[in-house]
């Protein structure tokens, strides 16, 4: 899996939202193309060790949001993400590490940690350039 390290190494992190349920990461590539890295599986950013976003928030509504939350893009998800995204475009923090370890745990230093938690071989994540080749976990299943 050393392609992602090589596609995400040195990029800059430029969002972090959702397509329906799956978690999206955006990044600026070294050249200005666009990366993203899917999220399939459960995700979580942290911030100095504190989490600051996990997939699981898109299950809950922002208060008041009422039941129809998350078709209208108004869980706790997407208020926090909203806010990272903010500091995320004041910072433009780059990738500086990426190590994809045992069973597809995908890690990229900024800090998210994505980690498949299906033993079946259903895609867990994936990192591309737009209009690029596709890299994930599991291997071939992408």
Request: with cysteine.
């Amino acid at each position: 899996m050393d392609e992602v390290g090589r596609l995400l190494e040195g990029a800059v992190v430029g969002s972090v939202g959702r397509a329906v349920d799956m978690g999206v990461v955006e990044f600026a590539g070294p050249e200005g193309q666009v990366l993203m890295v899917h999220l399939q599986c459960p995700f979580r950013i942290l911030q100095g060790g504190k989490l600051i976003l996990g997939s699981q928030d898109m299950t809950y509504p922002q208060k008041g949001a009422g039941p129809d939350a998350f078709d209208r893009f108004a869980t706790v998800y997407d208020a926090r993400a909203e806010t990272l995204n903010r500091g995320l475009a004041a910072l433009r923090p780059p990738v500086t590490a990426v190590t994809v370890g045992p069973a597809g745990a995908l890690a990229v230093t900024w800090e998210p940690e994505a980690f498949p938690d299906c033993s079946g071989r259903v895609e867990a994540w994936r990192a591309f350039a737009r209009g690029g080749e596709h890299y994930g976990f599991p291997p071939g299943q992408v």
